[in-house]
């Protein structure tokens, strides 16, 4: 489907120059959804402009298979046509046969009084919501989606862990969305220090990341490194002092560590709606920055570019969180 062999995917040219990422060797097959994560800045957009033929290899080569019919959704784009509605959009995709757009409409949340809509008239999620549909309903075989959920809510990212767990296709997929990822992707290419890492899983990537936070963390105390090990000069699991534990104790200790539990799923809870009012306050800035006329105050402008900074901060301060009290 596809292979890419490069030294390194740069910016810019000449001394202006700035290598991303280093001594790419990656083939993606049919079939395959791949997520490509990693932190901001680290060049997923780049190498996904790359791959779709947006940017130019200086050397290397970026090969797509016989019959790769490919679609980009990017983050700013604006391929549909403001005067169509919905219904419109959708309906030469299905055969001009209504009932079938309707009911790929409804799939993706449009109510019957939302199909007459025009594409102007949407607002920014229901906007993705259309793109992303007519993606998947086209005729393109290989899907590059980059960061796709910026401007849903819960249940249109829902809508689209579906649609994208039923394509048959072929799918390369940025995102920061944990669900999504967890729901979609077969395998993930990971950007770190300017290095592109193949997880066979989504799960072999949380455990890679989950390793790397760990590192430099002072040594275990407990026999063997293990958390919750014997510790050290404790006696051994089958003398006296261990057999003769009350019943009381060993209660308490559950009832503790029920406690504990219960507290961490609270916390994860409270972390997962911040996250998602952080990613709605993202696509609401997103759509005024994608405006025409938002740039006609220029300071006004200015500082909306600087909210969008801090809300993208504050995310992924979040997921980092979410993380840590996931392990």
Known sequence: MLELKTPAVSVGSGESGRTLVRRIDVV?????KVALLGPNGSGKTTLAETIVGLRTLAEGVAYLGHNVRLAYFSQQGRELDETATALESVLPLTGHDEQVARGLLGRFLFTADEVHKTVAQLSGGER????????????????????????LDVDSVEALAAALADYTGTVLL????????????????????SRLINHLSAERY??????????????????????????AGA???????????PAAASA??????????????ARQRALEADILRTEKQLGEIDARLADPHTYDDRTAAAALAGERQRAETRLEELYGTWDETAE
């Open 28 to 32: 993606i097959e049919r079939g395959e």
């Open 252 to 265: 308490t200790r559950s009832r503790d560590a029920a406690e504990q539990v219960r507290r961490r799923r």
């Open 235 to 245: 006696p051994a699991s089958g003398s006296a002092t261990t057999r003769g534990a």
């Open 128 to 151: 993705s919501r259309l793109r992303l549909l007519t993606l998947l309903t086209g005729d393109a075989n290989f899907l590059v989606l980059d960061e796709p959920t910026n401007h």
């Open 174 to 193: 940025i995102t920061h969305d944990r669900h999504l990822i967890d729901s979609v992707a077969t395998r993930v290419l990971e950007i770190h220090d």
């Open 206 to 231: 949380w455990e890679a990341r989950a390793a790397r936070r760990e590192e430099g963390a002072a040594p275990d105390t407990t026999v063997g490194g293990a958390a919750g090990g014997t510790p």
